[in-house]
């Protein structure tokens, strides 16, 4: 199962159709304002990113993910948001891993990597627990990219932070990027 963006947007929505009864309550404790400007800026991000194709799907607008409550405690069911494996989102919660790490880079010389490819992608932030977790590779949360999608990929960056301003400091980024070559 691959989610991308939109699947995540159709997520959220229908948690704050159900009424959040199970999960992440912050969504329904959104006046409407805020929840339609949080969709719209979801909205964009996703059709910014549909242009470019990359591998992977990029970080959440860090707006977003802040609103959400990433970092802030309910790792489990933001982590099912996101689509992850529970042994990534027990890797995150437990582990606090939300970038690329010595283990992670350890793990790139076992990896069969693809003739033409020239990195490894992964989303920023909430990211997956080894480069080994076959679940992440299935579910489009680490990719290899070759040139042409490296430059794409930073094309999009670019974009996705002129488009959608935000003031989270340590938001600099919507891909993690292991360069091979």
């Known amino acids: 199962?691959?989610?991308?963006?939109?699947?995540?947007?159709?997520?959220?929505v229908r948690?704050?159709?159900e009424g959040c009864r199970e999960c992440l309550k912050v969504v329904c404790r959104m006046d409407d304002f805020q929840f339609n400007q949080l969709m719209s800026r979801l909205d964009l991000q996703i059709e910014i990113t549909s242009r470019y194709s990359p591998p992977v799907r990029p970080a959440l607008d860090p707006m977003i993910s802040t609103e959400l409550g990433?970092?802030?405690g309910d790792d489990?069911?933001?982590?099912?948001?996101l689509g992850y494996p529970e042994c990534c989102i027990r890797s995150f919660s437990e582990n606090?891993?939300?970038?690329?790490?010595?283990?992670?880079l350890a793990e790139v010389s076992e990896l069969d990597i693809p003739e033409g490819k020239c990195a490894i992608i992964m989303p920023s932030g909430f990211i997956p627990c080894s480069l080994r977790c076959q679940e992440?590779?299935?579910?489009?949360?680490?990719?290899?990219?070759?040139?042409?999608?490296?430059r794409r990929i930073l094309e999009?960056?670019?974009?996705?932070?002129?488009?959608?301003?935000?003031?989270?400091?340590a938001y600099d980024e919507y891909f993690e990027k292991i360069v091979l070559e």
């Open 70 to 72: 990433v970092y802030r």
């Open 76 to 81: 489990e069911n933001i982590g099912r948001l």
């Open 136 to 150: 992440a590779w299935e579910r489009k949360l680490i990719g290899f990219a070759d040139r042409d999608e490296f």
């Open 15 to 17: 948690i704050r159709e």
């Open 1 to 12: 199962m691959v989610f991308m963006l939109e699947d995540i947007y159709e997520r959220i």
């Open 96 to 104: 606090t891993r939300y970038a690329i790490d010595g283990e992670h």
């Open 156 to 169: 999009l960056e670019d974009e996705l932070m002129m488009r959608l301003p935000h003031f989270h400091l």
